[in-house]
């Protein structure tokens, strides 16, 4: 059975950052694209970033240079390094997985279950 589990978010002020890490389990990590998402109150999730299972990665244009995607195939763990916090920021943070099924961002596909990310000003 594939999962993902989320750590590290958390509260922070404007400014500071933070490092996402999602584990995966029960699937060939290596191979697969890997995304994070996001979910603000009264807002539809979005895509924040993605790399793909060769390394490239894509942004969305609002964290683009202030946040950091990377992978550790090693560890079967995707990272999300996010500098410069801003209050927009402020969503609960969700990691997802592509498999040969489902693209990056299906709801049919592997989600992990959230980790909450708070930002004051």
């Known amino acids: 059975q594939v999962q993902l589990v989320e750590s590290g978010g958390g509260f922070v002020q404007a400014g500071g950052g933070l490092r996402l890490s999602c584990v995966v389990s029960?699937?060939?990590?290596?191979?697969?694209?890997m995304g994070w998402y996001r979910q603000a109150p009264g807002k539809q999730r979005e895509l924040v970033a993605a790399?793909?299972?060769?390394?490239?990665?894509n942004y969305a244009d609002s964290v683009r240079v202030r946040f950091t995607i990377s992978r550790d195939n090693a560890k079967n763990t995707v990272y999300l390094q996010m500098n410069s916090l801003k209050r927009d920021d402020t969503a609960v943070y969700y990691c997802?997985?592509?498999?040969?099924?489902?693209?990056?961002?299906?709801?049919?596909?592997?989600w992990g279950q959230g980790t909450q990310v708070t930002v004051s000003s």
């Open positions: 997802n997985m592509a498999n040969r099924y489902y693209d990056l961002g299906s709801p049919y596909g592997y």
């Open positions: 029960g699937s060939r990590f290596s191979s697969a694209a």
């Open positions: 790399i793909t299972s060769t390394g490239s990665t």
